[in-house]
């Protein structure tokens, strides 16, 4: 089966801009969350998101949104961007039985806020 | 409010020896805890996941304890190599929301042959 894949791997923006990042979870796997990585912060979770609605979110501003289409595939959408949002967003699915799920994680997007 | 600390920010072992990582939390009643690794510019890779009813669980050189009094989960690599050399991540959730996980911060692990 393939692994958790995002795309882009790597982006550049400037500050204000918008930005689209996409995840495309394992085969099968009907919920995606979304995690942002800083060296400052560690792993913070943004939202999670399961039948194409989102089930949990976490402490983020409204500038972070996402979504989930109905093949599982998911975008989150950062806008007016601001230097602090420099950082590595990883994508992670799980099979969602319920109970004691693993979160397989993709090579993440690494953006770079100018 | 929910706290996860993981023992040491880095941890140098020589090679052949048992790494003993750390992972203490408070305020939170975890269903699971799991394990990743993590190389740098690279998304962690599952390693082990052990419910709150288990104490231990082994997966090759691979051992992590869980105990739900104390609070903390001890994750052990016998025989280390360089190659396992990188970070660790501890990671609890939930059943009720097993889509979010919470994570330590991390302890970066060096090997050295």
């Known amino acids: 089966k393939a692994g958790v894949t995002q795309t882009p791997r790597y982006l550049i923006k400037t ?15 009907r919920s995606v969350s979304w995690y942002q990585q800083t060296p400052g912060q560690g792993l913070q979770f943004l939202f999670e998101y399961f039948s194409e609605t989102q089930r949990n979110k976490g402490n983020f501003p409204g500038r972070f949104s996402g979504r989930q289409f109905s093949n599982s ?41 100018l | ?65 869980f105990d739900t009094t104390l609070k903390q989960s001890l994750f052990h690599i016998t025989a280390s190599q360089p190659a396992d050399s990188a970070t660790y991540l501890c990671a609890l959730g939930t059943n009720t929301n097993a889509g979010k996980s919470t994570f330590g911060d991390g302890t970066t692990l060096t090997v050295k042959p």
Request: aromatic share 8%; hydrophobic share 25%.
């Open chain 1, 15 to 29: 500050r204000g801009q918008q930005v689209t990042l996409s995840c495309s979870p394992i085969s099968g796997h």
């Open chain 1, 73 to 113: 595939r998911s975008e989150m959408n950062v806008s007016t961007l601001e230097l602090g949002d420099s950082a590595l967003y990883l994508c992670a699915s799980s099979l969602d039985s319920g109970r004691a799920d693993t979160q397989y994680f993709g090579p993440g997007t690494r953006l770079t806020v």
């Open chain 2, 1 to 65: 409010s929910q706290k996860i600390e993981q023992n040491s920010e880095a941890l140098n072992i020589q090679e052949g020896k048992t790494a003993t990582l750390t992972c203490n939390y408070t305020n939170y009643s975890p269903a699971y805890l799991q394990w990743y690794r993590q190389d740098p510019g690279r998304g962690p890779v599952f390693l082990l996941l052990i419910r709150e009813n288990e104490k231990e669980k082994r997966k090759e050189r691979l051992k992590v304890t």
